[in-house]
């Protein structure tokens, strides 16, 4: 994970000092960069990321004021009149923006291992071992699924369009969707207690769960 913040914080800096480095001396001291923030990341992304660029760009571009504007998803961006100079949000919600804003990206942020930013965005959804009645997808309509939050993209979105694309109508697929919005007990731990089915994860949150030995 650290590897990914390094990743991050290098790429928005090659982006900021092309797109601001050329305009600083053509603009006065004290200038506020807003900074779109859809709120779809984990907790972790904040802190491991987000924050840490944020800090460095304060330090690298001291002639700007750098200014957050937090929102809970991609439709509340398009319905704003703030204005805005850049927007951070998911692959999902930025698809949406694309199409329904005209936006466009210049930085995309991608585990380092991967090679296609395209190919690293992606979800499981989890069982017990022990669950021997759940080996395929069909098992799992009318039982109870949980996931850290619904706007998540790999960790639910894309999995409910799994579901779709297997013929299932995902809105009536479970018989209960709970949602953890990244509090404890989480998912790992209300499924270990028996009180979700499945669980739905983003590729990063499994990777933490495997690397935590859970």
């Not at 506020?32 to 990321?49: E, H, K, T, W």
């Amino acid at each position: 994970m650290g590897r990914g913040k390094i990743f991050l914080t290098a790429a928005l800096i090659c982006a900021a000092s092309a797109a601001w480095g050329a305009q600083a001396s053509a603009q006065a001291a004290g200038a506020v960069v807003r900074i779109g923030l859809v709120d779809n990341f984990a907790p972790s992304f904040y802190i491991n990321s987000y924050a840490p660029t944020i800090q460095y760009l304060k330090e690298r571009f001291p002639q700007y004021r750098f200014e957050s504007v937090e929102f809970a998803g991609a439709r509340e961006i398009e319905k704003t009149r703030e204005r805005l100079d850049f927007v951070v949000s998911s692959s999902g919600s930025f698809a949406h923006m694309r199409t329904q804003m005209g936006l466009e990206q210049i930085v995309v942020r991608k585990p380092v291992a991967v090679s296609k930013a395209s190919e690293s965005v992606s979800g499981v959804m989890l069982v017990l071992e022990d669950r021997k009645d759940l080996q395929t997808l069909s098992d799992l309509k009318g039982k109870v699924m949980v996931s850290a939050n619904a706007r998540i993209f790999g960790g639910y979105v894309a999995l409910l369009d799994e579901i779709a694309r297997s013929g299932y109508d995902p809105d009536r697929f479970f018989a209960e969707k709970r949602f953890t919005e990244f509090h404890y007990p989480d998912e790992i731990s209300l499924l270990s207690l028996g009180r979700a089915d499945v669980a739905f994860l983003s590729s990063c949150r499994l990777e933490e769960v495997v690397r935590d030995g859970l």
